[in-house]
């Protein structure tokens, strides 16, 4: 018998505690981390040697919405970056629970349209991405976006106690099939109208789950700070960690309010657990909105129904051809897509720089044309942000995107290269690793990105996909 299924020789070990990197070798046996160090003669199936590289525990993205993407397709926009483990479910848009007897209003027509709105219970969507088998692992959140459209006739309006009740039997469900929490996106006209009591009664039942709040919150932008406090008092009232969503300041009007928030969210970091993420560019992608439009000093379609041949286009440049002004093109965009380009440079450093800032792409796989984050998020950090201009170590990057989020989250044996950890891993090159989407391409692989296994097993090799489907449903409190 065999010592181990694979050996990676004379690597680069980015432990994923942010310490620097050590060399030594890595085996892997039955889908774990076996041994680490200079391991010397063994016999193992498959032995590689990786001078130049390192390895690293694969990425974890902490903020996706491939809900439907990770059962259609093979992930080559996440496995290209070096991610073995997505976050579902955020913004309060999730594929279930609910069985869709119309059209989902956007934002929910970002991930699906009715057809794919199949599922009643959690635990049935759960189910469906292990049977089926999928490249990647997913760790699940239930949505409230999706739970209010199922249970209200209208959303335009705060739930009744019935339709709370409802909604609470339904996340109730979700949590104990193995969702790891309950997102909100209250900023979406689906959720504009909720109280703060709506989502806290709904949060409620996350402390005895021992399970995770996260938040779009109502506001990214003039009414921040009230948006941030709401938040807090939702996990306090709850008993639960928070983590805000795409950390940000939107609109020239509040570019530079990073320097005020970010000290708040630490101020209030060190009285409840709270979490943050980013993404690494000062534009946003999200539904099309005529009131977001006329905000942005620019603004990309990224795909229309009515209007597809307009995808990849400039809204202005559109405007100007049809001989209309900016809000009445985008309402005969509809319904559609956008990137705004509604942040200021020195804002996103700042958070980038944050030690507590987790990276997530937040793109949109099924859009036409996307946000280039969809494709380029973690080696731009990496190779950008971190070795080109300098923000932070290499090693600490790596952090952020290991065993910073799988802390967070819960994913144990995740996030840190250690003996008994799942093989989730990425052999990449330190020198030439960045990101190649851009707004005009954007969907180009980054280079640099060696190898990608997740359970041992390689999902991405020689610049393309394997076809492995080696992932599964991470269910609360049956990780290991």
Known sequence: MKDFDLVLRNAALYDGTGAAPVAGDLAVSKGRIAALGALGRCDADDEIDVAGLAVAPGFVDV????????????????????????????????????????????????????????????????????????ALNAACLCGHMTLRVGAMDRVDRPAELREIETMRARLGEALDAGAIGFSTGLAYRPSMAAPTSEIASLAELLGPAKAIHTTHMRDESAHIDEAMDEAFAIGRHAGVPVVISHFKASGAANFGKTKHTIPKLADAMARQPLGVDVYPYAASSTVLDPEFAAEAPRVLVTWSKAEPSQAGRYLDDIAKDWGVDRTTAAERLQPAGAVYFAMDEADVRRILSFREAMIGSDGLPHDSHPHPRLWGSFPRVLGHYARDVGLFPMQEAIRRMTSLPADRFGLKGRGRLLPGHHADLVLFDPATVIDRATFEHPMQPAAGIDTVFVAGQPVWRDGKTTGAKPGRALRRGAFQ
């Open 63 to 134: 903020h996706t919405h491939d809900d439907r993407a990770l059962m259609i397709g093979d992930m080559a926009m996440k496995a290209s970056q070096g991610i073995t483990t997505v976050v579902v479910g955020n913004c309060g848009v999730s594929l279930a629970p609910w069985v869709a007897d119309r059209a989902p209003p956007p934002p929910l027509d970002l991930i699906g349209g009715r057809e794919d709105f199949r599922f009643a219970k959690f635990g049935d969507y759960l189910d469906t991405l292990d049977r089926e088998g999928i």
